[in-house]
Antibody, heavy 120, light 107 residues
Framework: QITLKESGPTLVKPTQTLTLTCTLS??????????VAWIRQPPGKALEWLAL???????HYTPSLQSRLTITKDTSLNQVVLTLTNVHPMDTATYYC????????????WGQGTLVTVSS | DIQMTQSPSTLSASVGDRVTITCRAS??????LAWFQQKPGKAPNLLIY???SLQSGVPSRFSGSGSGTEFTLTISSLQPDDFATYYC?????????FGPGTKVDVK
């Protein structure tokens, strides 16, 4: 059974760095082609793709947030980590991680999401 | 970036209605287009990929069509479980983008 699970803080203060972890089960980050993305959704708003990392460490970021985002993976732990620096209240959102089989595939498996609130 | 738009933003319909949602891309994405259904408090669920391929386990009342810059999602006969928000997403580019969503609610 394939599952993804996000973990991290629920409350972060403005200007701090947010670190989120996606733990994968039932699939491996070593598998050729595999990619894992982070996608967020502010309350009541649309989905926004943030970053994506592939099995071979190829990384891609949404241009508007690229300077604040870093995506990394730990193959031994089967985890993907997203960091977002200098957070502000507009970063309040549910953050999802999602899997794709390869560059020609859609996001077929998603985590349940984790709500992060940015507030002092 | 490739920008995605959807119309309508909200659609009011009744059980049994045929429902069509349109998604447009600012430049050609070929057929690299997916549709997702999302219910409140839940993660999106993949319905359609490659513009017209039905994801395993998704009811056949859902169908997708289109290529290039214009795509449609059709629900042939709306069921109670289908009231939700629907998003298109292009994956033609390394930079992925979602549409703004279409909410299907009860008429």
């Amino acid at each position: 059974q394939i599952t993804l699970k996000e973990s991290g803080p629920t409350l972060v203060k403005p200007t701090q760095t947010l670190t989120l972890t996606c733990t994968l089960s039932g699939l491996s980050l070593r598998t050729t082609g595999v990619g894992v993305a982070w996608i967020r959704q502010p309350p009541g708003k649309a989905l926004e793709w943030l970053a994506l990392i592939y099995w071979d460490d190829d990384e891609h970021y949404t241009p508007s947030l690229q300077s604040r985002l870093t995506i990394t993976k730990d193959t031994s732990l089967n985890q993907v980590v997203l960091t977002l620096t200098n957070v502000h209240p507009m970063d309040t959102a549910t953050y999802y991680c999602a899997h794709r089989k390869n560059i020609a595939s859609p996001f077929d498996y998603w985590g349940q999401g984790t709500l992060v609130t940015v507030s002092s | 970036d490739i920008q995605m738009t959807q119309s309508p933003s909200t659609l009011s319909a009744s059980v049994g209605d045929r429902v069509t949602i349109t998604c447009r891309a600012s430049q050609s994405v070929g057929t690299w287009l997916a549709w997702f259904q999302q219910k409140p408090g839940k993660a999106p669920n993949l319905l359609i990929y490659k513009a017209s391929s039905l994801q395993s386990g998704v009811p056949s009342r859902f169908s997708g069509s289109g290529s290039g810059t214009e795509f449609t999602l059709t629900i042939s006969s709306l069921q109670p479980d289908d009231f939700a928000t629907y998003y298109c997403q292009q994956y033609n580019s390394y930079l992925l983008t979602f549409g703004p969503g279409t909410k299907v609610d009860v008429k």
